[in-house]
Each structure stands twice: as structure tokens, then as C-alpha cells.
């Protein structure tokens, strides 16, 4: 029943992702990958090319700065992120370019993103065993429509479990606590800002919140023990969205009126 109301709401198709843009990273594809490997969370020499990877980059403290999806295309790296977290991105991270000649160009290209039927591709960066998730850039939009809408292309990452952050969420969360650990952390490469702490967490297992994807029906009342993280999206009578919660509060949240899964 519940893969059921997974499958129902997740509609194939591909959507222009209008306020998401490209940053090419320039400079040496060696220096280039070594400057990546010492300041994103994901493992740089996993990424193929022609073929993306969801990352972030964090904090000190550990704390998430930005995420973003990493491509590789024709040996060159890219940024893929939302507009509203670029300026914060490249001003993290142009004090460290400079040590290895690496610059960031802000290119013209459009984000296409996709919701297909799993293939066992190398290209998704999301997947599970009914679904993936990709993305393309394209200089122009000549005879592309839109087959999906931004809410359908919202639910098939919230139902992944994969979140985007705004600009107003900075340094408020670390990886292990909105479901990072899973899809945006390497635990086996070397060193990268926040690596110590975010290692100590994943390890001792310190956190005692979940972060959850949560399918409830339209009309469910927000409940105060949950905390939202991101938007809310209504789609086919159900709410989606992602919350985190008390681990030991979960079998609870499962017994409330509306809730229909929770994982």
C-alpha cells in the first residue's frame, strides 16, 4: 500500500528548473580536483563523466553552507544550484580557489531536470528501484516544454529523501540531521571543512533526532513535534514534506490521524 502512494504521485517527465544556474569551476582538472576533494563532502574521484553527484559544503563547526549537485562534462566541472545560494557558495569558497588557480564562471546554461523509469544508468544522482532522478544543462530552451510541473519534480526528491536548501537555512543544520549523511557525505575520503565533527556524530551516534520524508493526506494538521524542513508540497489530495522529529517519537507520529507513511 504505501510503495503504492509512492508510485501514484511520481509523474515521468522533465521541467526547466528556472531559478537554478550553472558554475563552471576553471582551472587545471587536477588542481581543480584537488581543491574540490579538501572542500566538498562527496568523494570528487567517484564522479564520472557525463554524470552527477549530489554534495554540499559545510562549515567549521560542520554546519551545511550550501548544497548543490557536482557535474562532469568534457572534464570540466560544474556547479548546479539554486540562484539564491551562489553569491553565498563562491564567496566560501574563492578564499581557498585562489591557492590552487581555480576560478568560478557563471555560465548561461539551463538546468533541465528529470523524473524517469530506473534504468541503471550511471547518470542519476537519486534513484530507487522504481524511479531516478537526473539533470542536464542545454545553452537554449528552443522547442522545450515543460512535461512536469515544479511541485511534481519537489515530491520525487522528497520522496528520495533528498532536500534542497534555501538561503535562509545557512549554517542552521548539519549533514547527519537533514538526511546528508545518506546522500551527500563521503565517509572515506580524506578531509574536508566540518569532517572531524561530522564523523564524530555519524560514529558515536550522537544525534537523537530523524529527519523524515512524511506522505499524509491534504487536510493533516502540522503536528508541533515536527519540524519542517523546506516546503510543504500538496499534490494529488496529499501533503509531502520532509520534518525531523525525536527518534523515540516516530512509532507515535505513525499513529497520528492523516499520516499515510512516514520513513
Not at 66 to 85: E, G, H, M, R, W
Not at 175 to 182: F, Q, T, W
Not at 229 to 243: R, S, Y
Request: aromatic content about 10%.
Amino acid at each position: 500500500m504505501k510503495k503504492d502512494i509512492h508510485n501514484k504521485l511520481i509523474e515521468f517527465g522533465s521541467i526547466h528548473l528556472e531559478n537554478w544556474l550553472v558554475v563552471d569551476i576553471v582551472g587545471d582538472e587536477l588542481k581543480v580536483e584537488e581543491f574540490l576533494q579538501g572542500q566538498v563532502t562527496s568523494d570528487i574521484s567517484l564522479l564520472s563523466d557525463k554524470c552527477s553527484q549530489l554534495s554540499s559544503v559545510c562549515d567549521h563547526k560542520g554546519r551545511v553552507i550550501a548544497d548543490f549537485i557536482i557535474t562532469k562534462i568534457n572534464k570540466t566541472y560544474k556547479f548546479v544550484l539554486a540562484s539564491t545560494l551562489k553569491d553565498i557558495l563562491i564567496n566560501e569558497l574563492e578564499p581557498f580557489s585562489k591557492f590552487y588557480k581555480v576560478q568560478f564562471k557563471i555560465t548561461n546554461e539551463h538546468v533541465i531536470g528529470i523524473i524517469s523509469e530506473r534504468s541503471n544508468s550511471k547518470e542519476p544522482f537519486l534513484s530507487n528501484k522504481f524511479f531516478e532522478i537526473s539533470i542536464y544543462t542545454k545553452e537554449n530552451l528552443d522547442k522545450f516544454n515543460n512535461s512536469i510541473n515544479s511541485s511534481q519534480w519537489e515530491a520525487a526528491n522528497k520522496i528520495l529523501g533528498n532536500l534542497y536548501l534555501k538561503s535562509s537555512d545557512t549554517e542552521k543544520y548539519r549533514p547527519l540531521e537533514i538526511n546528508y549523511d545518506e546522500l551527500r557525505v563521503s565517509f572515506d575520503k580524506g578531509c574536508y571543512r566540518g569532517q572531524e565533527i561530522v564523523a564524530r556524530m555519524k560514529y558515536l551516534g550522537v544525534d537523537r533526532r530523524k529527519f523524515c520524508t512524511f506522505i499524509t493526506e491534504k487536510n493533516f494538521k502540522l503536528h508541533e513535534d515536527i519540524k519542517i524542513v523546506g516546503e510543504v508540497i500538496e499534490l494529488d489530495n496529499n501533503k509531502i514534506f520532509n520534518g525531523i522529529i525525536k527518534r523515540d517519537s516516530l512509532s507515535n507520529m505513525q499513529n497520528l490521524d492523516g499520516i499515510i507513511d512516514i520513513y
